[in-house]
């Protein structure tokens, strides 16, 4: 017999903090709520900050930007995303975001499958951001099969 697992009901900015690269984050669903299949955060990210280009090789990403504006970045394609709006990176995909403002932009983040956030868990452990530490960063990247392949977006 299968055993029913009880709902997850977390509030904003509620579940395991993480400031890896210096962002705040939430794991609201975590890979081990889900037996793996995907994983929910919540992050905040200052106007005029965001990630490297990456590729996900494997997970699909999707964004819904809960508050401020985020400019996303996906093979060569560039968008402004406002409150209200999801965007789905697929596996493979080179892509960045960044901040736009006005202030702190707050987006609700789904990875599926969802073990990618474990290289959020192992980066903040280290103490490694995108300025410092960038060959040990992609070191645990490629455990996770994600791949940094440029700058952050200007």
Do not use: W
Not at 8 to 16: C, F, K, L, Q, S
Not at 26 to 39: H, K, Q, S
Not at 59 to 70: A, D, I, N, P, Y
Not at 84 to 111: D, E, Q, Y
């Amino acid at each position: 017999m299968t055993q029913k697992q009880m709902p997850i009901v977390h509030a904003p900015a509620a579940g395991e903090a993480n400031s890896a690269f210096g962002f705040k984050r939430y794991f609201r669903i975590t890979p081990e709520d889900t037996g793996g299949a995907f994983c929910v955060f919540e992050e905040e990210i200052e106007e005029g900050a965001g990630p490297p280009l990456h590729i996900h090789h494997v997970e699909h990403e999707m964004f819904t930007v809960l508050s401020g504006s985020v400019k996303f970045h996906c093979d060569g394609t560039e968008a402004v995303a406002e409150a209200g709006t999801t965007a789905l990176i697929p596996p493979g995909a080179c892509h960045a975001f960044k901040g736009i403002g006005p202030g702190t932009s707050r987006v609700l983040v789904m990875l599926s499958p969802g073990n990618g956030e474990g290289f959020f868990r192992e980066v903040e452990k280290e103490g490694l951001s995108s300025k410092d530490g960038m060959d040990r960063v992609n070191e645990i990247a490629a455990k996770y099969s994600v791949e940094f392949v440029g700058p952050p977006l200007d």
